[in-house]
C-alpha cells in the first residue's frame, strides 16, 4: 500500500496524522476546562440550578475528550525520538526542557486533580471540587504555554549556541521561552481553543433550541456561546493579523506561500483570492486577485515593494498548494465566525435570541468550524516553515530516524487503524451525550448510563457533611 | 573521575525514580487490565475498574516523565534507544492508547462493554509485554555507529528479551492482586488473593532466571556484579530479593492486606536497583555512557530547578488525590 514512498515521507505523514488527531483533544478541553469553571463558579455564585445540570451535562462530555486527549498524546511524546531521533538528538537539549516543564507544571497538574474533578464532589464538597476544576483548567493552559514555546522555537528560533556534535545548546533561557513568534502564537492557539469549544457549545444549544425553544438549559449554553463568540472571533481576526505581521518579519517564505507569491512585486502586490498553485510553474493559474491589497495588509502601504519565491532557492520552498489552501479554509471559516457572531448580536439586541431560527440552524452547521479551522491553521504553519524542523537551520529530510520504510509503513498503518476504531466510537459517544437535551438533575460523570456507581473506594465513614455536597443540591 | 553526584549522574537518578515512580503506579492498574479476564462480569470488574479510574491518568504520567525527561537530559540516548526499540514502543502507545480510552468508553456503552473489556486486556497485555521487552533489549545491548542506532528493525525479538517480556506480565498482574486485595473486601479479595499466590511464586522464579541470565550477556555487567571488592555490596541485593520474595509469601499465606502489595513493590525497587547495578554508568549498555549523553549543563540545571520544587508538590498533591479516593472499593458503591 504505502510501497511507492520513501521512510521519510511516511515518518512525516505519520506525525501530521498523529498530531492534527491528537490536537482535535486539547484544542476542546482547553476551552471546555474553562467553560466548565466558569459554569461552576456561576453555580456557586448564584446557585441557580441551571449552571449545575450544565457544568454537570458538560463534564461527561469533557471526560471523554480529555481521555482521548491524554492518550493520544502519550504517542507524540514518544514519537520524537521513535522516528525523529536525529532532530531529538540534535534539538533535544532546547525543546527537551521546555516539555519536561510542560509534563511538571501541567500534565501531573491536570491528571492529579481530574479524578477529585470527576468523581470527587461527593468526597470534597463544592467548594474544594471548584479548587480541582480550577487546577485542571489552569493546567491545560500551562500545557498550551510550554509546548507552544517549543513550537515557536522550532518556527523562530533565537538564544542558542551550536556545540561540537552539532546540537543546539541553550544559551539564555528566557529569551528562547519567549521566542519572536511564540506570544502571537500562544494568542492566537488560546483564542482558536476558546473559540471551537464555543462553536460545540453554541451548536449544540442551538440543536436544542430548535427541537425545544424553551428548554432553559439550551437558552443559557447558547447564549454563552454566542456571546463568546461574538467577542472573541473579532479578537482572533485581529490576532491572526499581528501574527500574520510576525510571521512576515521572521519566516517571509511561509508568507509567499500562504499569498501565492510566486513572483516579486516591486510596485504592490496583489491579494490573491483564490487560485490553483503550480509548484512546478512556479505561478498560480487562474487566479482571482486585487490588485496591491496585499501589499496594503502586510505592508500597511499599497506600493510596497514584496518579494517573491522567486527570490528564493528553490531549495527552501515550501510545497505551496497546501500552505496556499489551508490558510484560505481557515481564513474563510473565521469570517463565518465573525458572521455568526455578529447575527447573534443582532438577534440579542432585537430579543430573538431563542426564536430565530436560522440563527439556530447557521449555528449549528458552524459547531465543527473550529476544528476544521484549527487544523488547516497549524497545516499552514507546519507546512509553512517546511523544509525545515528548525526553520533555516536543520532541513527535515536530516531530522528523521535511521528506520527502513516498512518499519514505518507498519506502524502507520497501525495507527490509522487503531485511531479511526478508538477517536471513532469516542466520537460517537460523545455526540450520543450531545443529543440528549440537558435537563434538571443532571447526572455526572460518576454515574454510569445504567445506573452504577463509578467511585473508587469508599470512606469509611463520609468525609464531608452531606448537606453539603452536590446530591443534596439537586 | 567526576564527583559523584554532578548534573548528569543526578537525573540519571531523578530518571530512574521517574520510571520507579511509573512502576509504582502504573504497574497495578496495567495489572488489573492483565487480570480483568479472571474477573466476572458485574461487580467484580466494576469494583476492579473503580479502584484505579479516578487515579490512572496520572499515574500514566509518569512514564510521559520519563520519556520527555529522557529526551532532555540524555537526548543522545533517547535518540538512539528509541529508533532501536521501534517495534515495541509504537506497539506500547499503542495498546496504551486502546486500554486508556476503555476507562471512559465502558461506562458509555454498556451495549459493547465486553469489546471495551477486551480492549482493556489486551492493551495492558500489549503494553506490559512491550515495555518487559524494550528493557530486555535494552539490556542485551543494541548496535549503535557514531550517534544513531545501526541495527535492524528487529533486533529487539530474542529469547532474553521475551523473557524479560513475560517476567514483567507476572510481576505487574501480581501488582494488580495484591493491590486489589488491599483495596477490595469480600468475592473480589478472595477471587484476588487466590490469584496473587501462583502469581508471587512466579515472579519469584523469573526474577531468579532473568537475574542469573543477565551477568552473562556482557563482561561489563559480571564484572560490575562480581569484581571484588564491590561484590559485598552488589551480593546484597540478591539477599534483600529473597528476604522479601520469604516475606511476601508469609503475609500471603497469613492473609495480610497491606503487606502483599508493598513486598511486591519492595522486589521491584531491588529489580531496579539490580538493573542500576548492571549498566550504571552506562545509559546505553556498552556504548554510550550518561556523561556522553547528558545534555549540556545550561540544560540539566535548569529543569532541576523546576524538578526539585515541582516534583515534592506533584507527589503531595498525587498523594492527596489517592488519600481523596481512599478506602475499599465495594459492593456497596452499586445500587
Same mark, same amino acid.
Given at each position: 500500500?504505502f510501497?511507492?514512498?520513501?521512510? /521519510?515521507?511516511l515518518?512525516?505523514?505519520q506525525?501530521?496524522?498523529?498530531?492534527?488527531?491528537?490536537?482535535?483533544?486539547?484544542?476542546?478541553?482547553?476551552?471546555?476546562?474553562?467553560?466548565?469553571?466558569?459554569?461552576?463558579?456561576?453555580?456557586?455564585?448564584?446557585?441557580?440550578?441551571?449552571?449545575?445540570?450544565?457544568?454537570?451535562?458538560?463534564?461527561?462530555?469533557?471526560?471523554?475528550? &480529555?481521555?482521548?486527549?491524554?492518550?493520544?498524546?502519550?504517542?507524540?511524546?514518544?514519537?520524537?525520538?521513535?522516528?525523529?531521533?536525529?532532530?531529538?538528538?540534535?534539538?533535544?537539549?532546547?525543546?527537551?526542557?521546555?516539555?519536561?516543564?510542560?509534563?511538571?507544571?501541567?500534565?501531573?497538574?491536570?491528571?492529579?486533580?481530574?479524578?477529585?474533578?470527576? &468523581?470527587?464532589?461527593?468526597?470534597?464538597?463544592?467548594?474544594?471540587?471548584?479548587?480541582?476544576?480550577l487546577?485542571?483548567?489552569?493546567?491545560?493552559?500551562?500545557?498550551?504555554?510550554?509546548?507552544?514555546?517549543?513550537?515557536?522555537?522550532?518556527?523562530?528560533?533565537?538564544?542558542?549556541?551550536?556545540?561540537?556534535?552539532?546540537?543546539?545548546?541553550p544559551?539564555?533561557?528566557?529569551?528562547?521561552?519567549?521566542?519572536?513568534?511564540?506570544?502571537?502564537?500562544?494568542?492566537?492557539?488560546?483564542?482558536?481553543?476558546?473559540?471551537?469549544?464555543?462553536?460545540?457549545?453554541?451548536?449544540?444549544?442551538? #440543536?436544542?433550541?430548535?427541537?425545544?425553544?424553551?428548554?432553559?438549559?439550551?437558552?443559557?449554553?447558547?447564549?454563552m456561546?454566542?456571546?463568546?463568540?461574538?467577542?472573541?472571533?473579532?479578537?482572533?481576526?485581529?490576532a491572526?493579523?499581528?501574527?500574520?505581521?510576525?510571521?512576515?518579519?521572521?519566516?517571509?517564505?511561509?508568507?509567499?506561500?500562504?499569498?501565492?507569491?510566486?513572483?516579486?512585486?516591486?510596485?504592490?502586490?496583489?491579494?490573491?483570492?483564490?487560485?490553483?498553485?503550480?509548484?512546478?510553474?512556479?505561478?498560480?493559474?487562474?487566479?482571482? =486577485?486585487?490588485?496591491?491589497?496585499? =501589499?496594503?495588509?502586510?505592508?500597511?502601504?499599497?506600493?510596497?515593494?514584496?518579494?517573491?519565491?522567486?527570490t528564493?532557492d528553490?531549495?527552501?520552498?515550501?510545497?505551496?498548494?497546501?500552505?496556499f489552501?489551508?490558510?484560505?479554509?481557515?481564513?474563510?471559516?473565521?469570517?463565518?465566525?465573525?458572521?455568526?457572531?455578529?447575527?447573534?448580536? *443582532?438577534?440579542?439586541?432585537?430579543?430573538?435570541?431563542?426564536?430565530?431560527?436560522?440563527?439556530?440552524?447557521f449555528?449549528?452547521?458552524?459547531?465543527?468550524?473550529?476544528?476544521?479551522?484549527?487544523?488547516?491553521?497549524?497545516?499552514?504553519? +507546519?507546512?509553512g516553515?517546511q523544509?525545515?524542523?528548525?526553520?533555516?537551520?536543520?532541513?527535515?529530510?536530516a531530522?528523521?530516524?535511521?528506520?527502513?520504510?516498512?518499519?514505518?509503513?507498519?506502524?502507520?498503518?497501525?495507527?490509522?487503524?487503531?485511531?479511526?476504531?478508538?477517536?471513532?466510537?469516542?466520537?460517537?459517544?460523545?455526540?450520543?451525550?450531545?443529543?440528549?437535551?440537558?435537563?434538571?438533575?443532571? =447526572?455526572?460523570? +460518576?454515574?454510569?448510563?445504567?445506573?452504577?456507581?463509578?467511585t473508587?473506594?469508599?470512606?469509611?465513614?463520609?468525609?464531608?457533611n452531606?448537606?453539603?455536597?452536590?446530591?443534596?443540591?439537586? | 573521575?567526576?564527583?559523584?553526584?554532578?548534573?548528569?549522574?543526578?537525573?540519571?537518578?531523578?530518571?530512574?525514580?521517574?520510571?520507579?515512580?511509573?512502576?509504582?503506579?502504573?504497574?497495578?492498574?496495567?495489572?488489573?487490565?492483565?487480570?480483568?479476564?479472571?474477573?466476572?462480569?458485574?461487580?467484580?470488574?466494576?469494583?476492579?475498574?473503580?479502584?484505579?479510574?479516578?487515579?490512572?491518568?496520572?499515574n500514566?504520567?509518569?512514564?510521559?516523565?520519563?520519556?520527555?525527561?529522557?529526551?532532555?537530559?540524555?537526548?543522545?540516548?533517547?535518540?538512539i534507544?528509541?529508533?532501536?526499540?521501534?517495534?515495541?514502543?509504537?506497539a506500547?502507545?499503542?495498546?496504551?492508547? /486502546?486500554?486508556?480510552v476503555?476507562?471512559?468508553?465502558?461506562?458509555?456503552?454498556?451495549?459493547?462493554?465486553?469489546?471495551?473489556?477486551?480492549?482493556?486486556?489486551?492493551?495492558?497485555?500489549?503494553?506490559?509485554?512491550?515495555?518487559?521487552?524494550?528493557l530486555?533489549?535494552? /539490556?542485551q545491548?543494541?548496535?549503535?555507529?557514531?550517534r544513531?542506532?545501526?541495527?535492524g528493525? #528487529?533486533?529487539? *525479538?530474542?529469547?532474553?528479551?521475551?523473557?524479560?517480556?513475560?517476567?514483567?506480565?507476572?510481576?505487574?498482574?501480581?501488582?494488580?492482586?495484591?493491590?486489589?486485595?488491599?483495596?477490595s +473486601?469480600?468475592?473480589?479479595?478472595?477471587?484476588?488473593?487466590?490469584?496473587?499466590?501462583?502469581?508471587a511464586?512466579?515472579?519469584?522464579?523469573?526474577?531468579?532466571?532473568?537475574?542469573?541470565?543477565?551477568?552473562?550477556?556482557?563482561?561489563?555487567?559480571?564484572?560490575?556484579?562480581?569484581?571484588?571488592?564491590?561484590?559485598? &555490596?552488589?551480593?546484597?541485593?540478591?539477599?534483600?530479593?529473597?528476604?522479601?520474595?520469604?516475606?511476601?509469601?508469609?503475609?500471603?499465606?497469613?492473609?495480610?492486606?497491606?503487606?502483599?502489595?508493598?513486598?511486591?513493590l519492595?522486589?521491584?525497587?531491588?529489580?531496579?536497583?539490580?538493573?542500576?547495578? =548492571?549498566?550504571?554508568?552506562?545509559?546505553v549498555?556498552?556504548?554510550?555512557?550518561?556523561?556522553?549523553?547528558?545534555?549540556?549543563?545550561?540544560?540539566?540545571?535548569?529543569?532541576?530547578?523546576?524538578?526539585?520544587?515541582?516534583?515534592?508538590?506533584?507527589?503531595?498533591?498525587?498523594?492527596?488525590?489517592?488519600?481523596?479516593?481512599?478506602?475499599?472499593?465495594?459492593? +456497596?458503591?452499586?445500587?
Open positions: 500500500m510501497d511507492q514512498y520513501d521512510a /521519510l515521507l515518518a512525516r505523514f506525525f501530521a496524522f498523529t498530531v492534527s488527531f491528537h490536537f482535535i483533544f486539547p484544542a476542546f478541553s482547553i476551552g471546555l476546562a474553562s467553560y466548565l469553571a466558569v459554569l461552576e463558579g456561576l453555580w456557586l455564585w448564584t446557585k441557580h440550578e441551571v449552571y449545575l445540570n450544565l457544568f454537570k451535562y458538560w463534564l461527561k462530555i469533557f471526560a471523554l475528550a &480529555f481521555a482521548m486527549g491524554v492518550v493520544s498524546g502519550i504517542v507524540m511524546s514518544y514519537q520524537f525520538g521513535t522516528n525523529w531521533s536525529v532532530f531529538s538528538d540534535k534539538v533535544g537539549p532546547v525543546i527537551g526542557p521546555l516539555m519536561a516543564y510542560e509534563v511538571m507544571t501541567a500534565f501531573f497538574l491536570e491528571a492529579g486533580f481530574l479524578g477529585v474533578m470527576l &468523581f470527587g464532589m461527593t468526597r470534597v464538597g463544592p467548594r474544594l471540587h471548584f479548587v480541582a476544576t487546577a485542571v483548567a489552569t493546567g491545560t493552559f500551562i500545557s498550551a504555554f510550554w509546548i507552544l514555546s517549543a513550537n515557536s522555537w522550532m518556527q523562530t528560533p533565537v538564544g542558542y549556541a551550536v556545540n561540537a556534535a552539532g546540537q543546539f545548546v544559551e539564555n533561557w528566557l529569551t528562547i521561552i519567549f521566542n519572536p513568534s511564540f506570544p502571537y502564537r500562544l494568542v492566537h492557539t488560546v483564542f482558536a481553543a476558546y473559540l471551537t469549544t464555543a462553536l460545540v457549545v453554541g451548536g449544540v444549544g442551538a #440543536w436544542h433550541l430548535l427541537r425545544e425553544r424553551s428548554n432553559p438549559g439550551a437558552r443559557v449554553m447558547f447564549s456561546a454566542m456571546g463568546m463568540i461574538a467577542l472573541v472571533a473579532p479578537l482572533q481576526i485581529l491572526g493579523d499581528m501574527h500574520g505581521l510576525n510571521t512576515l518579519e521572521h519566516q517571509p517564505t511561509k508568507v509567499m506561500a500562504m499569498e501565492g507569491h510566486f513572483e516579486s512585486h516591486p510596485e504592490g502586490a496583489p491579494l490573491i483570492l483564490f487560485g490553483i498553485p503550480d509548484q512546478q510553474a512556479g505561478t498560480v493559474r487562474d487566479a482571482i =486577485s486585487i490588485p496591491k491589497v496585499s =501589499s496594503l495588509i502586510l505592508r500597511h502601504e499599497l506600493n510596497a515593494p514584496m518579494k517573491g519565491l522567486d528564493i528553490r531549495a527552501n520552498w515550501p510545497y505551496v498548494p497546501v500552505v489552501w489551508s490558510f484560505r479554509i481557515m481564513v474563510g471559516l473565521g469570517m463565518l465566525m465573525l458572521a455568526l457572531g455578529t447575527l447573534s448580536l *443582532l438577534a440579542r439586541f432585537r430579543g430573538g435570541l431563542y426564536t430565530w431560527r436560522p440563527l439556530h440552524w449555528a449549528l452547521a458552524m459547531a465543527p468550524a473550529g476544528f476544521v479551522a484549527v487544523i488547516a491553521g497549524w497545516v499552514t504553519t +507546519e507546512a516553515r523544509p525545515f524542523t528548525v526553520y533555516g537551520l536543520l532541513r527535515t529530510a531530522s528523521a530516524s535511521p528506520l527502513e520504510a516498512p518499519a514505518v509503513a507498519a506502524s502507520l498503518l497501525a495507527f490509522i487503524v487503531v485511531y479511526f476504531i478508538v477517536f471513532g466510537a469516542g466520537t460517537g459517544y460523545i455526540l450520543k451525550l450531545m443529543r440528549h437535551a440537558p435537563h434538571s438533575g443532571e =447526572s455526572g460523570p +460518576e454515574a454510569g448510563p445504567d445506573g452504577l456507581i463509578r473508587a473506594g469508599i470512606t469509611p465513614a463520609p468525609a464531608v452531606p448537606a453539603r455536597t452536590l446530591g443534596a443540591e439537586v | 573521575m567526576p564527583p559523584f553526584l554532578d548534573l548528569p549522574t543526578l537525573w540519571a537518578f531523578i530518571i530512574a525514580f521517574a520510571v520507579f515512580a511509573y512502576v509504582v503506579m502504573d504497574g497495578f492498574d496495567l495489572g488489573i487490565g492483565l487480570l480483568f479476564p479472571f474477573f466476572r462480569p458485574g461487580p467484580e470488574r466494576d469494583s476492579a475498574m473503580n479502584s484505579v479510574a479516578p487515579v490512572w491518568d496520572g500514566e504520567t509518569w512514564l510521559v516523565l520519563g520519556g520527555g525527561g529522557l529526551m532532555a537530559a540524555f537526548p543522545l540516548a533517547y535518540a534507544i528509541l529508533p532501536a526499540l521501534y517495534a515495541p514502543l509504537i506500547m502507545v499503542l495498546a496504551l492508547v /486502546l486500554r486508556g476503555a476507562f471512559e468508553f465502558r461506562w458509555r456503552d454498556p451495549a459493547h462493554r465486553r469489546y471495551w473489556d477486551l480492549a482493556f486486556t489486551t492493551g495492558s497485555m500489549v503494553a506490559t509485554l512491550a515495555q518487559g521487552i524494550t530486555g533489549a535494552l /539490556l545491548g543494541i548496535v549503535v555507529e557514531g544513531s542506532y545501526a541495527g528493525w #528487529w533486533d529487539w *525479538l530474542t529469547p532474553f528479551s521475551l523473557l524479560v517480556g513475560a517476567s514483567l506480565v507476572v510481576g505487574y498482574a501480581l501488582l494488580g492482586a495484591t493491590w486489589l486485595i488491599m483495596k +473486601e469480600g468475592p473480589l479479595q478472595e477471587h484476588s488473593y487466590r490469584l496473587a499466590r501462583p502469581l511464586i512466579g515472579l519469584i522464579l523469573c526474577i531468579g532466571s532473568v537475574s542469573a541470565v543477565t551477568p552473562l550477556l556482557s563482561g561489563a555487567y559480571y564484572t560490575r556484579w562480581f569484581a571484588w571488592p564491590q561484590v559485598l &555490596f552488589t551480593a546484597q541485593v540478591p539477599l534483600l530479593v529473597c528476604i522479601c520474595a520469604a516475606l511476601l509469601l508469609l503475609a500471603l499465606s497469613r492473609g495480610r492486606e497491606r503487606w502483599p502489595f508493598l513486598l511486591t519492595g522486589l521491584f525497587a531491588l529489580s531496579l536497583l539490580g538493573l542500576g547495578v =548492571s549498566i550504571f554508568p552506562d545509559v549498555p556498552n556504548a554510550v555512557t550518561i556523561h556522553q549523553a547528558a545534555a549540556p549543563p545550561s540544560s540539566l540545571l535548569f529543569m532541576l530547578v523546576g524538578a526539585s520544587v515541582l516534583i515534592p508538590i506533584i507527589l503531595a498533591y498525587t498523594g492527596y488525590s489517592y488519600w481523596v479516593f481512599r478506602g475499599k472499593t465495594g459492593h +456497596e458503591g452499586y445500587h
